[in-house]
């Protein structure tokens, strides 16, 4: 506050100095507001008018901003997204000290910025504002917290129902559109999180001013389901990394931090607490504040952490991300499935791919997006080209791939039409199970799969088992990626590696980023990979067909500009003329220790992987070193009551429902 204030003529794009300074303006004003709000400080009161105020002396005579997008262009941003992200600070600031400044500088303030702006923000950019979109989102809720500010009811009912005040656009249709039953964003975590706090700030304004409205009630209280499944698409704070995310954003972020505040003042859930805890710091509202009291007061209890199913669409009939814990310790053993629809132009061609979570780390795990965000020396903060090249590529996710191109031929529209179809999804302690099939991916080829993860005397620890199949009656070539975390130690055959001249894996479709370093051959249709991360090792055992391959790969093929991680993964290779079938095992084990130099099972405990199927149900056999046998069934036909049977090895294995674990210690008996 006793530095001097700057207010720069806009010029930079996001990350350059420009850029930056009217954020932070945006953060002072806003902070600045809240502190006097707390306190009673006039100081506070006096710094945030003095900047309102010198930002009313040059905004008006602002065009369109020099570096601006092709799409939607600010004035004070290169983007109205941003000017939204700063009228929706500033208006809430306005609202906090308007009584302590004079009348003439309240009309100066109004005209000069917050209209100004908001007339920009809304008649002056439609297809932004009446958009069902996370930019829509946010100039709506700038516009409404700019209406109640000022007390405009015309702009609080623009930002309501639309432009034309019809209803079929605006906040409360975007409450309607953009999150499923359960709460799930259809862009995932990463925009979820991003588009939580216009939602939830605006609708506890809604609240306040409005409270017949009852908003925070609408959709069997959908805003407050948001909050929850925000929490939910995360592990070790961070966000679960699908489609277009950033890995580094968490539970810590700014928008989390209201939205935990304003869920805990509407449930009082002492969960929340544990939350609030975690993200380590507050935000200056009453809500927040109260957090802190309560946590100081010892009121926290752990955060319910549950295996769950979070349907996508609008419906919930548009897939689902399902996450699967081993237990309610949010650093345990998580396996997340992406089930889900496209996620629109953020959407990856990830069709039943997956991710694993242990020990506070992603194990086998998804690059997320190609972006340098706000580095303005990495292609102006920009979506690298790299993003849509490989990291939205098939190739460049846990998931199976033909004849090296990606799902729906990398055609974002055609991958909006179209999301898998869902199987059963349980969770019975032992077994936590779900499974999804997909036609539309590729012309002629169906693909299910389904993931469980199992607890079993016959394992120290809950593994997690893997069967994929693609359908087809044409020949094809299938490439099955895993991207693992940490060091190889351990395979069972000889890999034939590439240690002089590397060459990129294919061409186009993400192949051409992909260094091939090594190629081995399946040994009597087994794959077993091991790895260490940290203290623990990770090994993958796979029953593969004859005359399978397997290719270690390293990202970083064509990049001249060192704009992509260097990551690891092996590949699954197989041709065939009528489908494949690929079951896993994935397994933690082991400990190793650096600092009293000890090593525990370093090796994996399977000895083998079988696959078996009897017309459409599915048995998979897993045998471990020690002789004991885990099984599990899977049903063609996943209606509740039908009966199902597997021959396996001259046993018949019977089970009712969608699936059955056939546990170690009572594997033998139970097959006839």
């Known amino acids: 506050m006793r530095a001097p204030i700057a207010v720069p003529t806009p010029k ?11 954020k932070r303006n945006a953060s002072l004003i806003y902070d600045a507001g809240q502190m006097y709000r707390l306190t009673g400080d006039a100081d506070y009161a006096d710094y945030a008018g003095k900047l309102m105020l010198a930002y009313a002396d040059v905004y008006p005579s602002w065009g369109l901003h020099p570096a601006k997008k092709e799409q939607s262009p600010g004035r004070m941003f290169w983007q109205n997204l941003n000017e939204s992200m700063w009228l929706l600070n500033v208006s809430q600031s306005y609202a906090a000290i308007k009584d302590t400044l ?38 709506t809720a700038a516009v409404g ?35 499923s039953p359960d709460g799930y964003y259809n862009e995932g975590p990463y925009y979820q999180r991003f588009a939580l706090m216009p939602f ?37 704070g961070l966000f679960f990394p699908i489609n277009d995310a950033i890995k580094d954003k968490g539970i810590a972020t700014r928008e989390l931090l209201h939205g935990v505040a304003i869920a805990y003042d509407l449930t009082g859930d002492t969960g929340l607490l544990s939350v609030a805890e975690a993200q380590g710091k507050y935000v200056l509202t009453p809500e927040s504040r109260a957090l802190s009291e309560d946590i100081a007061a010892g009121k926290m209890t752990d955060f319910d952490y549950r295996t769950m199913r979070l349907g996508d669409g609008e ?54 997006a190609a972006r340098f965000l706000n580095i303005e020396s990495k292609y102006g903060g920009h979506y690298l080209v790299e993003n849509n090249a490989f990291a939205k590529q098939t190739i460049a996710h846990n998931a199976l791939v033909v004849d090296e191109t990606s799902h729906f031929g990398g055609d974002v529209e055609l991958g909006n039409q179209n999301a898998p179809v869902l199987g059963t999804f349980t969770d019975t302690g032992d077994l936590k199970i779900t499974s999804a099939e997909i036609d539309t991916a590729y012309p002629d080829v169906l693909m299910d799969r389904t993931m469980a993860m199992i607890t ?41 590696a ?41 090994s993958v055992t796979s029953s593969v067909p004859q ?106 294995m019977r089970w009712t429902g969608p699936y059955k674990l056939f546990h170690s210690d009572r594997h033998q008996s139970e097959g006839n």
């Open 102 to 139: 004079t009348p003439d500088q309240r009309a100066k303030i109004e005209a000069d910025v917050l209209r100004n702006m908001a007339d920009f923000l809304s008649d002056g950019s439609p297809e932004t504002f009446n958009k069902v979109h996370n930019h829509g989102t946010w100039a």
């Open 456 to 496: 079993d005397a016959a394992f120290p620890r809950a593994i997690v088992v893997d069967l994929i199949e693609a359908h087809s009656d044409n020949p094809h070539q299938y490439d099955l990626p895993f991207y693992y975390n940490g060091q190889l130690t351990e395979t069972n055959f000889k890999i034939t």
């Open 315 to 368: 419906t919930g009939t548009e897939g689902a991300l399902d996450i699967i814990r081993a237990s309610t310790d949010p650093d345990d053993l998580v396996l997340v499935v992406k089930n889900t629809s496209q996620g629109l132009g953020h959407g990856h061609f990830d069709k039943l791919g997956f991710m694993v979570f242990d020990a506070g780390r992603e194990i086998l795990r998804d690059y997320g």
């Open 145 to 179: 917290l700019t209406g109640y500010a000022i007390g405009d009811e015309n702009y609080v009912e623009q930002a309501l129902l639309g432009l034309d005040k019809s209803g079929e656009a605006g906040f409360l249709k975007q409450m309607d559109k953009l999150f």
């Open 12 to 22: 930079d794009p996001g990350g350059g100095y420009t850029h930056e300074q009217h």
């Open 498 to 538: 590439d240690t002089t001249v590397r060459q990129p894996l294919g061409q186009d479709n993400g192949y051409q980023y992909l260094w091939r370093v090594g190629t081995a051959s399946a040994i009597e249709g087994l794959s077993q990979i091991t790895w260490l991360l940290d203290r623990t090792f990770y």
């Open 547 to 652: 005359n399978s391959n397997v290719i270690f790969a390293e990202i970083g093929a064509n990049d001249p500009d060192f704009n992509l991680r260097r990551e690891p993964a092996f590949i699954l290779r197989t041709n065939s003329l009528n489908g494949v079938s690929i079951a896993s095992v994935i397994e933690p084990h082991g400990e190793y220790n650096p600092t009293v130099e000890y090593t525990l099972n370093s090796h994996s405990n399977v000895k083998s992987v079988q696959h078996f199927e009897t017309g459409g149900d599915d048995y998979i056999l897993i045998e471990t070193k020690d002789g004991q046998r885990v099984g599990l069934g899977v049903s063609g036909d996943m209606t509740e009551n039908a009966a199902h049977s597997v021959s396996v090895d001259g046993a018949v």
């Open 200 to 236: 939830v700030v605006f609708a506890q304004a809604v609240q306040q001013n409005e409270p017949e409205r009852e908003i925070f009630e609408k959709r069997d209280g959908i805003l407050k389901k948001a909050i929850y499944a925000t929490i939910q698409q995360n592990y070790g």
